[in-house]
Nanobody
């Protein structure tokens, strides 16, 4: 069983940065595609960024492209999301998710394991 734990959220001002981390406390997800999703109050969960098993393929939502960077350390079984130039519209609960397959996907239905989420709040 893959158990995911996110960390690194917080309250920051617009224009600043945060780095989110996702680690597996159970079976490693080193061979799985991993994605970050977010859900703002009153809105549906949306895809933010994803990375395949070896980091060779990374994809981003248009809204974060050029500002967010996803990376992974397979040996430490950690996936990170570096968020720069944060905007108030980035405010949401951010979730890490691991797929059953090695490739990356934008579809939440492709992800089997989910973390509890970490709150990111960006003030204007």
């Amino acid at each position: 069983q893959v158990q995911l734990v996110e960390s690194g959220g917080g309250l920051v001002q617009a224009g600043t940065s945060l780095r989110l981390s996702c680690v597996s406390s159970g079976r490693t997800f080193s061979n799985n595609g991993v994605g970050w999703f977010r859900q703002a109050p009153g809105k549906e969960r949306e895809f933010v960024a994803g990375i395949d098993w070896n980091g060779g393929n990374r994809i981003y939502a248009d809204s974060v492209k050029g500002r967010f960077t996803i990376s992974r350390d397979r040996y430490k079984s950690t996936v990170s999301l570096q968020m720069d130039s944060l905007k108030p519209e980035d405010t949401a609960v951010y979730y890490c998710a691991a797929a059953l397959r090695a490739s990356v996907s934008r579809a939440s239905s492709d992800y089997r394991y989910w973390g509890q989420g970490t709150q990111v709040t960006v003030s204007a």
